[in-house]
């Protein structure tokens, strides 16, 4: 059985810390979407890891790793994350059926975001040149490495779609590129669909673990102003290869406040004084660009919105602990007025009694009594039970809830 992990929120929920403690009960951690624009932080034994492509179940030697087919692979930010971890064969399997990030893919991604009416505050490495050409059909996959004298072909068709495109490699060059990294990566890559097939008929279990959040999903999130791929539930399925009858326990991540990175409507968003208290104190700035992430409140009807989207069976509830110090707590549950982008939403709050010393406590019945009626209070509002609460970015310092 597949149980996923998904942010119901706009990204950077704190996914990679609960992937992390669930990854000990799992023989494969799947990322599942995305590409290298995605950062999980964990923080273990003491020492931070910053992962943007590996799963997060690299951390423990029992776990085997997979990069599925929806993810979007640049090939050295690869290489240059596997380093630190020696040789990962045998718990690091990547799809051949993956597409490529390509030099070019990124100076797209630059060109189109240094044109304001296009700008969409994207992190600039490539993903959304790379994910259009996969559905365009002209895009180059993992596996295609294999194959050098067929591949040499394939990249001369992909150059000659993208004859229209300024700054273009020469063939030479890009071949290049690829010829450098391939036998870096090709040891990792595999057929990993029927991997994972064979992993759930031998009864094994398997985490897929989503990227970004469901409010930049392409289909469901603030368009224009999302990822470029599913990044709910259902593209656990499409982007490993499982069937939705595989898929058991859902599980939405969200932190007790709101962070948004890049432009788009944050109807939540705090410009004053609680919004600068919440990011130094979160230190909330993007793992991948290492931007400052604009900070809120909790949107109670988002995450209703995006548990819904996702069948959510239950709700981590992240970084409780960076709330301390603040008298008053906001929470928002409603809208004045909609559209289905959110642009120009207006928030209705609801007002909660704020709490101090919540950081390292390990036992709901030691929280704070103030903390404890909010995380019930979200509960009761989003619909969806809150079953764990973390209150340090140390693994060990997670509330578990009955």
């Known amino acids: 059985m597949a149980d996923v992990v998904v942010g119901v929120q706009w990204g950077d929920e704190g996914k990679g810390k609960l992937v992390d403690r669930l990854a000990p009960n799992y023989d494969f951690v799947v990322r599942f979407q995305g590409g290298h624009n995605a950062g999980h932080t964990i923080v273990a034994n003491g020492k ?18 997979v990069i599925g087919n929806g993810v979007v692979v640049a090939l050295d930010a690869l290489a240059e994350e596997i380093k630190p971890f020696g040789d990962l064969k045998g718990r690091l ?52 490495l294999k194959e050098p004298k067929l591949f040499k072909e394939k990249i001369a068709q992909h150059l000659s779609a993208h004859a229209h495109i300024p700054d273009l490699p020469t063939l030479t060059a890009l071949e290049d590129y690829l010829n450098a990294y391939a036998p870096l990566i090709l040891p990792y890559a595999t057929d990993t669909t029927a991997l994972l097939w064979e992993a759930i008929d031998r009864q094994q279990k398997i985490l897929l673990e989503g990227a970004q959040g469901s409010m930049l999903d392409v289909d469901f999130g603030t368009y224009p102003y999302v990822t470029s791929s599913t ?36 109807p939540t968003e705090d410009l004053g004084q609680v919004g600068a208290f919440l990011r130094e104190r979160g230190h909330e700035f993007g793992t991948t660009t290492n931007r400052a992430r604009r900070c809120g409140y909790f949107d109670a009807v988002a995450v209703k919105y995006a548990c819904r989207l996702n069948g959510c069976d239950e709700v981590a509830l992240m970084k409780l602990d960076v709330l301390d110090g603040l008298e008053e707590i906001l929470v928002g549950v409603g809208y004045e007025n909609t559209s289905p982008n959110l642009e120009g939403a207006k928030p209705i709050y609801k007002s909660f009694k704020g ?26 509002i989003i619909g969806v039970k809150i079953g764990a609460v973390s209150t340090s970015p140390k693994r060990e310092n997670m509330v578990l809830l009955p």
């Open 231 to 266: 990044t709910i539930a259902s593209g656990a399925c499409s982007g490993s290869g499982l069937s939705v009858k595989d898929i058991g326990k859902i599980i939405g991540v969200a932190k007790a406040y709101c962070t948004r990175v890049g432009l788009g409507p944050f």
């Open 93 to 144: 399997f990547v799809s051949e059926r993956a597409h490529l990030i390509l030099p070019h893919h990124c100076l797209q991604d630059v060109r189109t975001e240094g044109n304001a009416t296009r700008a969409i505050g994207t992190t600039k490495k490539g993903i959304g040149p790379a994910y259009q050409d996969k559905v365009g059909r002209v895009g180059l996959r993992v596996g295609d």
């Open 48 to 65: 931070t890891h910053a992962l943007h492509l590996i799963p997060s179940g690299v951390l423990y030697p029992q776990c085997k790793n």
């Open 355 to 380: 709490w101090n010393n919540s950081a390292g406590v390990s036992d709901f019945n030691a929280l704070p009594k103030e903390a404890q009626a909010y995380i019930l209070a979200l509960q009761e």
